[in-house]
């Protein structure tokens, strides 16, 4: 056991806080007393403090794995404003950048290298690494490690390897989504030397969860709006959706904008700003809005079609009320939604020999050989690909998914990187520069004057925040610095923004790529059983809905909210829930050993009563019982 240290001042210091959130305290303990530890915590819940502050009281460099790029610029950035020296390497860089990147953490005191998972395989990160004084492995989104998880990705199956070539450092994996099946198979699957689960409520008490039975989802909307004040996110399934339906709520009177992840990243950047401010009431968006995106106070977050899973609707819902103030989490709801479940069943398990088909043009389109490829990136467009090898694009996708699940390729969302660069001279070498080249000295000035670390590191730079500097066109700051690099005093990598294939095994030929019928079915299987977890709560009015959520996470023995939709209906049968149970429970144990009518249930009663009648009609109303030819049948489910 390691001794104590005073991790509030750490907090204090860097953060400005005075006391840890519930569980953060014994979490960073863990880690800093060298245990493996998995933390489960709802979202908004303060993980990453739980790596970032034992990492900070020991020495050496904390590794933190993700994968999302936008999540962990974001990160990088802020732990750099707090004076906290950190670097991310992921899929996009190039390989000049990684070395100097990873020679950044070898020599340069860095504190965190925030990583993609795929990098996590290649030969030069390993040999790095080995070398590197590292003092904590941090995995978060740790769900994606597991098969039975709804987000399964194979390149976290690395994370395990680095048991190997740095055996003594803990590994503490995060996650706000994990039922106990998954949380069992991702402490195995990291090789934990103990199991050791920390684990806090999934419970959100200010939070109220609804369910909304609507033909006109459009017009519930407004009613919302309307009736409840304060921010608010409401998801929606594609891009054109986004646009469509704030547009709709602009019209009606509301303060509203759309976000997905196609935009730009100035574009995005000002949509979040503006709603983080509050100048928009409402956003629009995918579910590529809110990861990351610290904002306390929204009130309502609503749903406007079935999330593919209860874990991401828990996660999504999840983003209103993270200042423990009253929020609402509505979804939205109708028969047509159980027939577009089923069509994006279809649609996510193209066959076998469509995806053998897929990922041989797509071998074709990169122009990679059979035999090759293994660790190589490659700059994708998907529509591109789709018109070339004429592949519908959802057939395209969901075929792309299932070879990164099987672990052959990696695919990401677009990878919004802006231009780089980084002096590769010393700097008399390039005051010489300046002095032969006084057409290139301005806008050296201006880079010295704006960017900071520019020779030990590529640093991220702004060509049109430079002309507007010197009084020249972007135009002219481009040839400058495309001279400078055919000079070699530069390395210059300029903005692009795409999304990436990486190749995360060489192409394989027919007779080696492997889709068994097994992993395929097992595949299918896994995905019915959480379509029918998040059909099966959107239909169901007889249990409390934080009761459900709960439960599908493992948490059994809770008790009813008192404010969902569904408590609401049953405080109207006026009676305490106490009584509701008692009720409950006897008529269940009745018809259960055998059916009867409602006079009979009733004679076994001791004292005959009027809540009894009411609690029978409501559990008719609800289809927890059946009657059939005057007899009454229980229908299953719980309480």
């Known amino acids: 056991m390691c001794a104590m240290v005073d991790f509030s001042k750490i907090l204090f210091q860097y953060w400005g806080h005075r006391s840890f959130r519930m569980l953060q305290e014994e979490i960073v303990q863990a880690a800093y007393d060298g245990r493996d530890t998995l933390a489960l915590m709802p979202t908004g819940g303060g993980k990453s403090v739980c790596f970032q502050v034992p990492a900070l009281a020991k020495e050496g460099i904390c590794l933190v794995v993700t994968p999302l790029i936008a999540l962990m610029k974001d990160q990088v950035e802020n732990l750099q404003k707090k004076g906290i020296k950190a670097l991310a390497i992921?899929?996009?860089?190039?390989?000049?950048?990684?070395?100097?990147?990873?020679?950044?953490?070898?020599?340069?005191?860095?504190?965190?290298?925030?990583?993609?998972?795929?990098?996590?395989?290649?030969?030069?990160?390993?040999?790095y690494v080995a070398h590197m004084k590292v003092n904590l492995i941090a995995i978060d989104e740790a769900h994606c490690i597991s098969q039975w998880g709804y987000d399964f990705r194979p390149s976290y199956m690395k994370i395990a390897e680095l048991r190997d070539l740095i055996p003594d450092v803990p590994m503490l994996a995060l996650t706000a989504t994990a039922t106990p099946e998954v949380a069992q198979d991702i402490m195995e699957r990291l090789?934990?030397?103990?199991?050791?689960?920390?684990?806090?409520?999934?419970?959100?008490?200010n939070l109220v969860y609804v369910v909304r039975h609507t033909e006109d989802k459009r017009k519930e909307l407004l009613k919302i709006a309307a009736a409840v004040p304060g921010t608010a996110v409401v998801y929606v399934r594609t891009r054109g959706a986004t646009a469509e339906v704030a547009a709709f709520l602009r019209e009606n009177g509301f303060s509203a904008d759309s976000y997905h992840g196609g935009m730009g990243n100035e574009e995005r950047s000002q949509k979040q700003d503006e709603w983080k401010s509050g100048a928009t009431r409402i956003m629009v968006a995918t579910n590529a809005f809110g990861m990351g995106i610290d904002k306390a106070?929204?009130?309502?977050?609503?749903?406007?079609?079935?999330?593919?899973?209860?874990?991401?609707y828990y996660q999504e819902a999840g983003r209103a009320g993270r200042d423990e103030k009253k929020a609402y989490a509505v979804l939205l709801y109708n028969n047509m939604d159980k027939v577009s479940m089923n069509k994006r069943y279809a649609v996510a398990f193209p066959p076998i020999e469509e995806i053998k088909r897929v990922y041989h043009a797509?071998?074709?389109?990169?122009?990679?050989?059979?035999?090759?490829?293994?660790?190589?990136?490659?700059?994708?467009?998907?529509?591109?690909?789709?018109?070339?090898?004429?592949?519908?694009?959802?057939?395209?996708?969901?075929?792309?998914?299932?070879?990164?699940?099987?672990?052959?390729?990696?695919?990401?969302?677009?990878?919004?990187n802006p231009s780089r660069v980084m002096f590769t001279v010393d700097r008399d070498e390039l005051y010489k520069v300046q002095v032969a080249n006084p057409s290139l000295d301005l806008v050296i000035k201006a880079l010295l004057r704006a960017y900071t670390g520019m020779f030990s590191q590529y640093s991220p730079v702004d060509e049109a925040y430079i002309a507007r500097a010197i009084n020249l066109t972007p135009s002219d700051v481009y040839s400058a610095l495309y001279k400078l690099a055919q000079l070699k005093v530069v390395a210059y990598i300029p903005r692009k923004k795409t999304p990436l294939i990486i190749y995360t095994e060489e192409r394989l030929d027919d007779k080696n790529l492997r889709i068994t019928k097994e992993n395929y079915a097992d595949r299918k299987e896994r995905y019915v059983r959480r379509t029918e977890h998040i059909l099966a709560y959107a239909s169901s009015s007889a249990k409390c809905r934080s009761q459900q959520l709960l439960a599908y996470f493992g948490e059994t023995d809770s008790y009813r909210c008192g404010q969902c939709d569904v408590c609401l209906e049953r405080n109207e049968l006026d009676m305490s829930k106490y009584e509701f149970d008692e009720l409950l429970a006897y008529i269940k144990k009745q018809l259960h050993e055998q059916p009867m009518s409602l006079e009979s249930l009733i004679d076994t009663l001791p004292q005959k009563t009027e809540k009894m009648l009411?609690?029978?009609?409501?559990?008719?109303?609800?289809?927890?019982?059946?009657?059939?030819?005057?007899?009454?049948?229980?229908?299953?489910?719980?309480k």
Not at 396 to 408: I, N, T, V
Not at 617 to 635: F, P, S, T, V
Request: charged residues 30%; aromatic residues 12%.
């Open 191 to 205: 090789r934990f030397r103990e199991k050791h689960l920390l684990k806090k409520s999934f419970e959100r008490k």
């Open 90 to 127: 992921y899929s996009g860089m190039s390989s000049h950048e990684i070395k100097v990147a990873l020679d950044n953490c070898l020599y340069g005191g860095y504190k965190f290298l925030y990583l993609s998972p795929e990098r996590l395989g290649t030969d030069v990160f390993k040999a």
């Open 297 to 312: 106070d929204v009130r309502w977050v609503v749903h406007m079609e079935l999330p593919d899973s209860l874990e991401a």
């Open 362 to 416: 797509l071998g074709s389109f990169l122009q990679i050989p059979t035999g090759t490829g293994r660790d190589t990136v490659h700059d994708f467009s998907m529509r591109e690909f789709c018109t070339a090898y004429k592949i519908h694009s959802l057939t395209a996708y969901s075929a792309l998914q299932f070879l990164q699940r099987d672990g052959y390729i990696e695919l990401t969302d677009e990878v919004n």
């Open 614 to 638: 009411k609690v029978t009609r409501w559990l008719l109303d609800n289809g927890k019982i059946e009657e059939d030819a005057g007899e009454l049948r229980w229908a299953g489910g719980g």
